[in-house]
């Protein structure tokens, strides 16, 4: 492993432990020339996939980039590390067993949409006034009556009402 702060390519691994819900290993490191730290995580991959853009364009698919994106709009929410990583995780499952190698990027934002409406309705408008490119308030008047609607018919985003 290359270290991040002098790009010296012999790296010693000095604690090695499954992280919480055992789907990664978390490797704590020092690179001998610098004394850098730095932490790593090693987790299963089932394929490799590549993510098909709106353009047409065709990039790797990149967990990271997931999960920067989900926690831009979880930004100052409540939310606990934990739930944010199982949540990231169960997507990354899905796309991996979908038994397709090319996802549509749209794919990819339903699936972060449809687990951020569960997790945190404003996570959930933040993200979707990002990806469905709202131009002006109503688009989230519309959001804001999905939520309320789906409120009053059922606990799916897991709220209780205020009165």
Do not use: W
């Amino acid at each position: 492993m290359r270290c991040p702060y002098c790009a010296c390519e012999e790296t010693q691994v000095k604690d090695s432990r499954p992280t919480e819900e055992n789907t990664a290993i978390r490797r704590r490191r020092v690179c001998p020339d610098c004394g850098g730290r730095f932490t790593t995580f090693e987790r299963v991959q089932l394929r490799e996939l590549i993510v098909v853009k709106r353009s047409g364009r065709k990039v790797p698919f990149d967990r990271d980039k997931l999960s920067k994106s989900v926690a831009v709009a979880l930004r100052k929410r409540p939310i606990e590390p934990e739930r944010v990583d199982r949540m990231v995780s169960g997507i990354v499952r899905r796309l991996e067993s979908s038994g397709e190698a090319e996802i549509p990027s749209a794919t990819i934002g339903a699936y972060v949409m449809e687990g951020l409406r569960g997790l945190d309705p404003v996570a959930y408008v933040r993200f979707a006034s990002v990806y469905r490119d709202f131009r002006e308030a109503a688009d989230f008047q519309e959001v804001l009556g999905e939520i309320a609607r789906d409120d009053e018919t059922g606990p799916a985003l897991g709220i209780a009402k205020k009165h």
